[in-house]
């Protein structure tokens, strides 16, 4: 609320102090643990950057759902301008610029105005202004009606059991998307049997917070739509009997489903059709193959090495002994250096690498050198008490424009290691992002590569890279890659963590964690790898800390660091 209240103040041009009053209270409340609803005004009055009226809009947000400035901004604002404010590449005063010249008041009076060229004729906007539009409104509506498998997996769970706990139920399944731990999910898939059919699909429509769409079902399929997100439904009715082929059929990739799995030309879709299976390990066996998981489901390679008897034995969550990108207060992240520390220790992990960012990220209070040094110092205070669990001295380092890191050669020298990343900039073509990417890859500092694309999943494409030549270039410099766990990046993509392993790459499943929370996210990261075939073999932070340790300081002798 306060975000949007912030971007329309901006639009209609309102005073700048009481934005910049709004924008610190976001980073203030985004770093509160407490729940906002159990605190009164005297505590949050106490909170660094809220005073006295801002903990009553606050209180007011609470306890009204809305606030005064946001509902005197919205009367004045139509629907779809408001919408604007949601499209990447464009801020409030484009956006102010588009209503007040040409009038444009809906996301489809934009859409008209950028394909008639009406967009690139306004002052300070031009072609490529426009074509961004134009692109982010074509994302836009790609994604409509898609979650994160984060926030799909929750809501699959708690539909499953309602399926589960009907009188009616014999069997019930999630199958589809959110089984195959695909990272966006566009339909919740579900299977079910009946004791009798008698009341299908009649009991669906109790589904808590669900439309039924009538024009879409069938006699054997009910579908419909959840209301608060807009991600569609599909109740699959399927015989008893047969409940173990269809979950099977319905959760694999369909084109891997086709391929032959011998010599005789057999292939899972037929043994799927073909006689009732007791469960999906029985139509492995029928083929004389092991059982492959869900998440594997999706490509050639994966058979082949069934054949062979050689599928990975995927990474699980307790392979991992620690976690290697993480925030502190010392540059955007919610809680102390401290606080990452001993909580990190409590979850069970042998070791933390801190890698607030580096100066050039100014936006999120980058380090300056002289804070560097201060850091240090804590951490080998901390390591003194802490021990044996150990911070290793990390940095975020920006890769800048020409590809180079963030900070002189002895500034990068006092680390650890080194997560080298892309913030700034992002508007690249391939060959631009790819040779910005390798020139940093092949610089002697770099340990580890982070978010290779920089994407952020429904928000906003990544830039286009060279997949193979990046991938190429960490094994050439023995450069460790991320799988950046959070669930709007999950970035190296898993469709490349297969070509990564085949080139001796080690991955690290990294949380990107600003608070003790986000360390919960190294879940998402370990699913990401799993479903590319990763093992805790190939990945670094499954090593323990005496082999990171190690691993680090052999890096910087080999490297002449």
């Not at 009367?75 to 301008?81: K, L, R």
């Not at 074509?138 to 009606?145: C, F, H």
Request: charged share 25%; aromatic share 8%.
């Amino acid at each position: 609320m306060f975000r949007l209240t912030a971007s329309l103040m901006e639009l209609h041009d309102e005073n700048p102090f009481k934005i910049r009053s709004y924008t610190s209270a976001v980073m203030v409340l985004e770093r509160l643990e407490q729940p906002i609803h159990q605190m009164s005004q005297s505590q949050l009055e106490k909170l660094d950057g809220i005073g006295k009226g801002m903990a009553a809009k606050i209180l007011e947000a609470v306890q009204t759902g809305s606030h005064a400035d946001l509902n005197r901004l919205l009367e004045t604002t139509p629907e779809g301008v408001v919408q604007m404010l949601s499209i990447k590449g464009i801020g409030p005063k484009k956006i102010k610029t588009i209503w007040k010249d040409l009038g444009v008041e809906t996301i489809e009076g934009l859409r008209e105005a950028c394909e008639k060229n009406e967009i690139s004729k306004l002052k300070g906007f031009g072609a490529k202004t426009q074509q961004t539009i134009l692109e982010g409104l074509q994302y836009t509506e790609a994604n409509k009606g898609k979650l994160l498998w984060a926030e799909a997996e929750p809501l699959a769970l708690d539909l499953l059991q309602f399926l589960k706990n009907r009188p009616e139920t014999a069997s019930a399944e999630v199958v589809g998307e959110v089984r195959r731990n695909l990272e966006t999910v566009e339909t919740l898939q579900f299977l079910i049997s009946l004791k009798e059919d008698s009341h299908w699909p009649a009991f669906l429509q109790e589904l808590p917070g669900v439309t039924p769409l009538e024009n879409l079902s069938g006699p054997f399929v009910w579908r419909g739509a959840h209301d608060a997100s807009g991600v569609k439904l599909e109740v699959r009715l399927v015989p008893e009997r047969r409940f173990a082929n269809q979950v099977f059929l319905y959760s694999a990739n369909p084109h891997w489903l086709g391929l032959p799995v011998n010599e005789n030309g057999d292939t899972l879709m037929a043994e799927a059709y073909g006689e009732p299976a007791i469960s999906e390990e029985e139509i492995f066996q029928r083929v004389s193959l092991p059982f492959i998981a869900p998440e594997l489901r999706e490509s050639a390679r994966v058979l082949e090495l069934a054949k062979e008897n050689k599928l990975p034995a995927l990474l699980t969550d307790a392979d991992l002994k620690g976690t290697v990108h993480n925030h502190s207060t010392y540059s955007d992240g919610a809680h102390t250096l401290e606080q990452m520390a001993v909580h990190c220790q409590q979850l069970g992990y042998e070791y933390l690498g801190i890698c607030d960012h580096s100066k050039s990220a100014y936006y999120a209070n980058g380090l300056q050198e002289f804070r560097i040094k201060e850091q240090h110092k804590e951490i080998d205070r901390l390591n003194q008490e802490l021990g044996p669990f150990k911070i290793f001295k990390g940095i975020e380092s920006d890769i800048l424009a020409d590809g180079s890191l963030d900070y002189d050669p002895e500034v990068l020298a006092s680390f650890d290691f080194i997560v080298a990343s892309i913030h700034s900039n992002l508007k690249m073509d391939i060959i631009k992002a790819t040779d910005r990417l390798l020139t940093a890859i092949a610089n002697p500092y770099t340990t580890m590569l982070g978010h290779p694309t920089g994407r952020l999943l429904l928000r906003r494409e990544g830039y286009p890279i060279d997949h193979k030549a990046v991938i190429d270039a960490c094994a050439e410099h023995q450069v460790i890659i991320e799988i950046n766990a959070n669930p709007w990046r999950l970035d190296l993509d898993w469709r490349w963590v297969e070509y990564a392993l085949s080139q001796n790459v080690l991955l690290s499943i990294n949380p990107d964690a600003h608070s003790m929370r986000g360390y919960e996210d190294m879940r998402y990261g370990v699913l990401v790898g799993r479903k590319g075939g990763l093992t805790a073999e190939m990945t670094f932070n499954a090593k323990s800390r005496e082999e990171v340790e190690s691993y680090f300081a052999e890096r910087k002798k080999a490297k002449g660091i």
